[in-house]
């Protein structure tokens, strides 16, 4: 599983540490292989988790530099059905955009209260800085226009929010019900009384977990 956090925010393992632990501990001692990467760079910027001239190659860094690491040092199965990407927050939109563009690679995703598009928080700045102006093109990397244009019948997705998240709820909720139209099997839970926080992503988890333990050959 690649996982990536949220923004501002730094690859730091220490949050889902104990979904981890408590997973093994129900599966005799088998837990997935989380490598935590960093897509940020910066902690105060949103990369967009794209290849751009602002933010660098980050897209690159994830699914070539991060990946062709993982094959050579990780005792990891090889085929996309053992493979997970996920993210919390600005990870979570990271994680869904990935999964969209590269099917071949992952077979599961977990978007853990993400954001709906990159850039969403500053968009009109993304908009002209990155972009250029072209909402055309912006739009192009969109998760709800990918979904929109292509089918992915064999894609497993678990989108997560807090029940108290007002702010990422509605649109993760909506996001989930277009890519179930677009063929992927899709779970969608709210974890109760919670908001945008660190216990939000540790009940997704561990929703998400038990939803993907049989597909990862650990249920």
Same mark, same amino acid.
């Given at each position: 599983m690649?996982?990536?956090?949220?923004?501002?925010?730094?690859?730091?393992?220490?949050?889902?540490?104990?979904?981890?632990?408590?997973f093994a501990a129900a599966h005799n001692g088998l837990a997935p292989?989380?490598?935590?990467?960093?897509?940020?760079g910066d902690p105060d910027v949103d990369s967009l988790c794209l290849d751009?001239?602002?933010y660098g190659r980050v897209e690159t860094y994830l699914e070539e530099d991060v990946l062709t690491w993982a094959r050579g040092n990780l005792n990891i199965e090889a085929g996309r059905e053992s493979w997970t990407v996920a993210g919390f927050s600005n990870g979570g939109q990271c994680a869904l955009s990935l999964a969209l563009r590269y099917p071949e690679v992952w077979g599961s995703l977990i978007d853990a209260s993400g954001t709906v598009y990159a850039?969403?928080?500053?968009?009109?700045?993304?908009?002209?800085?990155?972009?250029?102006g072209d909402q055309a093109a912006y739009d192009a990397t969109k998760p709800a226009t990918l979904l929109g244009r292509s089918r992915y019948p064999d894609t497993t997705a678990v989108f997560t929010v807090g029940s108290e998240d007002s702010v990422m709820e509605?649109?993760?909720?909506?996001l989930s019900g277009t890519a179930r @139209?677009? $063929?992927?099997?899709? #779970?969608?839970?709210?974890?109760?009384?919670?908001?945008?926080?660190?216990? @939000?992503? $540790?009940?997704?988890? #561990?929703?998400?977990f038990g939803v993907l333990a049989s597909r990862l050959g650990l249920g």
């Open positions: 690649l996982m990536m956090m949220g923004q501002p925010g730094d690859p730091d393992a220490g949050p889902i540490a104990s979904v981890l632990d408590a292989i989380v490598l935590v990467a960093d897509q940020l751009t001239a602002e850039g969403l928080e500053t968009e009109p700045e993304v908009l002209a800085d990155v972009f250029g509605p649109g993760l909720k909506d @139209a677009a $063929g992927v099997a899709v #779970t969608y839970y709210e974890v109760p009384g919670e908001g945008h926080s660190f216990e @939000a992503l $540790g009940g997704g988890l #561990t929703e998400a």
